[in-house]
T-cell receptor, first 113, second 115 residues
Framework: AQSVTQLDSHVSVSEGTPVLLRCNYSSSYSPSLFWYVQHPNKGLQLLLKYTSAATLVKGINGFEAEFKKSETSFHLTKPSAHMSDAAEYFCVVNHSGYSTLTFGKGTMLLVSP | DGGITQSPKYLFRKEGQNVTLSCEQNLNHDAMYWYRQDPGQGLRLIYYSQIVNDFQKGDIAEGYSVSREKKESFPLTVTSAQKNPTAFYLC??????????????FGDGTRLSIL
């Protein structure tokens, strides 16, 4: 079975400071991993995806994530938070051969001025 | 512009009623999905369809039904058997089967409430 754990339900940062949202996954096979962002009352928007190419993945809006197989982690980072980054973020895993995705429970990012 | 359209944005249901949520996509995707979102629980899969005229139950299919008569459309019916239907419902699509590293594209959701 595939699973994903987002280690923090809420993360608070000040504008201009770094962002770290943590994600660990369980894997029996080579996974594909995604980060999505959701603003209030909206659908999910893809930030970035890892599919066994480079382990450091760059996404939209200055976000990036690093795949670490030894730690089974796929943490999302951004060097400098912006007020518009305030939203809920989901880490998602798909294992080869599975036709569906498994979502983490989400991390709410709060950005203060 | 290609995308996924969900309607209505807000929906109210009386006790004992069935209601149908619409999902239409013009991305030419084979696979479509329905999720339910509750606060603090992430997204849970209700039903999915990898091809026209075929669909499979997800993790929480009880009290829901779907059809897939056209590639573009995947309506979800919330039946009276669903005892706790108040939630935010999201529809998604992806290129299709055997493409398990492809992301899903999401609509903007329908918020269903009980009167």
């Amino acid at each position: 079975a595939q699973s994903v754990t987002q280690l923090d339900s809420h993360v608070s940062v000040s504008e201009g400071t770094p962002v770290l949202l943590r994600c660990n996954y369980s894997s029996s096979y080579s996974p594909s991993l995604f980060w999505y962002v959701q603003h209030p009352n909206k659908g999910l928007q893809l930030l970035l995806k890892y599919t066994s190419a480079a382990t450091l993945v760059k996404g939209i809006n200055g976000f990036e994530a690093e795949f670490k197989k030894s730690e089974t982690s796929f943490h999302l980072t951004k060097p400098s938070a912006h007020m518009s980054d305030a939203a809920e973020y989901f880490c998602v895993v798909n294992h080869s051969g599975y036709s569906t995705l498994t979502f983490g429970k989400g991390t709410m990012l709060l950005v203060s001025p | 512009d290609g995308g996924i359209t969900q309607s209505p944005k807000y929906l109210f249901r009386k006790e004992g009623q069935n209601v149908t949520l619409s999902c239409e996509q013009n991305l030419n995707h084979d696979a479509m999905y329905w999720y339910r979102q509750d606060p603090g629980q992430g997204l849970r899969l209700i039903y999915y369809s990898q091809i026209v005229n075929d669909f499979q139950k997800g993790d929480i299919a009880e009290g829901y039904s779907v059809s897939r008569e056209k590639k573009e459309s995947f309506p979800l019916t919330v039946t009276s058997a669903q005892k706790n239907p108040t939630a935010f419902y999201l529809c998604a699509s992806s290129i299709g089967r055997d493409r398990d590293n492809q992301p899903q594209h999401f609509g903007d959701g329908t918020r269903l409430s009980i009167l």
